[in-house]
T-cell receptor
């Protein structure tokens, strides 16, 4: 079945460091891919998305590129801030379906 | 401003009780979902609904049921609560043909 695998956390960084959170997926056809973020005490919210191969999603300085050949959608940011501390979830929507499949989440901790 | 509202942020229930978790949305979305979130396991889909009075089992439906009598409301029912159902429960909605899902703030349920 469809699944998402992302790196385990926590990821601990100093402010202004570079961030990469790895995400790979298994799905038939061409799913849509997402990163959701969950700040402490809140529900999830969409961070960025990509709906076809080679698309790049971006938002708030975060980027991720849909790589069909490696079935990956890694999240990157060039310079993290303390306010980026949160749990990040990689997710996909299978082609033709209206539901989300999530990875296990990666906690990011950014210290001043 | 879109809204997905879960009836309680925190609940404590006794083993064997029947528990109702309510979710209401104001976005006229067709699709609604119930997930549970556990450390190291990410979000797992319990049930979802494509339309009023329709329901589909997700990945972990055992011990749960749902009700969707009106488009805006999706209820999760724990028929006889058990301690292994202690978890964070998240409700989400997704409009047909749309990509972005919207989440409630979650209900942290403790079964004692």
């Amino acid at each position: 079945g469809d699944s998402v695998t992302q790196m385990e956390g926590p990821v601990t960084l100093s402010e202004e460091a570079c961030l990469t959170i790895n995400c790979t997926y298994t799905a038939t056809g061409y799913p849509s891919l997402f990163w959701y973020v969950q700040y402490p005490g809140e529900g999830l919210q969409l961070l960025l998305k990509a709906t076809k191969a080679d698309d790049k999603g971006s938002n708030k300085g975060f980027e991720a590129t849909y790589r069909k050949e490696t079935t990956s959608f890694h999240l990157e940011k060039g310079s993290v801030q303390v306010s980026d501390s949160a749990v990040y979830f990689c997710a996909l929507t299978p082609l033709g379906f209206q539901k989300l499949v999530f990875g296990t989440g990666t906690r990011l901790l950014v210290s001043p | 401003d879109v809204k997905v509202t879960q009836s309680s942020r925190y609940l404590v229930k006794r083993t064997g009780e029947k528990v109702f978790l309510e979710c209401v949305q104001d976005m006229d979305h067709e699709n609604m979902f119930w997930y549970r979130q556990d450390p190291g396991l990410g979000l797992r889909l319990i049930y979802f609904s494509y339309d009023v009075k329709m329901k589909e089992k997700g990945d972990i439906p055992e011990g749960y049921s749902v009700s969707r009598e009106k488009k805006e409301r999706f209820s999760l029912i724990l028929e006889s609560a058990s301690t292994n159902q202690t978890s964070m429960y998240l409700c989400a909605t997704l409009g047909r043909g749309h990509y972005e899902a919207f989440f409630g703030q979650g209900t942290r349920l403790t079964v004692v």
